[in-house]
């Protein structure tokens, strides 16, 4: 019994992509665009602020809530399976992904707290089609990726945006 994709969920995927392009600026997972995401100050130094793809999903969830006039339902976290486990709780975790869903990816050692988070812009035979933040070496953007859905072995899960 899953829910259908809420409006929460297309106008947060609205604003990932909105993003496309922006990211790292004068060193790695730093810059306004980073800060921005991280909800942190943009300092100016060129220092390692840490990983943000958890931190741009947040972001983007927030300011689709912000357009729709209500508060984020689930906590934010800089955490990509820890926010994809509180997106989950108040939504629903999928088996079948659609537009606007979240994807989740386990990273590094299998079942350790490392993982990587983004969103699902479409399906289409059998590959996905994301918008992710923080993906390859500096300077990472935000932008479109294809999963082949055969292939890929470290999915961690997919869930859905509550209604707001």
Request: with cysteine.
């Amino acid at each position: 019994n899953e829910n259908p994709v809420s409006n929460m969920a297309t106008l947060a995927l609205q604003v990932a992509i909105e993003e496309l392009g922006l990211g790292e600026e004068g060193g790695n997972n730093s810059g306004p665009h980073i800060a921005k995401y991280k909800l942190i100050a943009d300092d100016g130094d060129p220092d390692d602020d840490g990983a943000w793809c958890a931190a741009f999903v947040s972001w983007c969830c927030e300011e689709a809530c912000r357009r729709l006039h209500r508060g984020l339902p689930f906590k934010r976290s800089q955490g990509a399976k820890k926010l994809y486990k509180n997106i989950g709780r108040v939504g629903s975790f999928v088996s079948e992904p659609q537009v606007g869903d979240i994807v989740c990816w386990d990273r590094g050692k299998k079942g350790s707290w490392q993982g990587h988070i983004g969103f699902v812009e479409k399906i289409e035979g059998g590959i996905m089609h994301t918008v992710e933040g923080n993906v390859g070496a500096y300077p990472s953007k935000v932008r479109r990726f294809m999963h082949d859905l055969s292939r890929e072995n470290r999915i961690e899960g997919f869930a859905r945006l509550p209604a707001v």
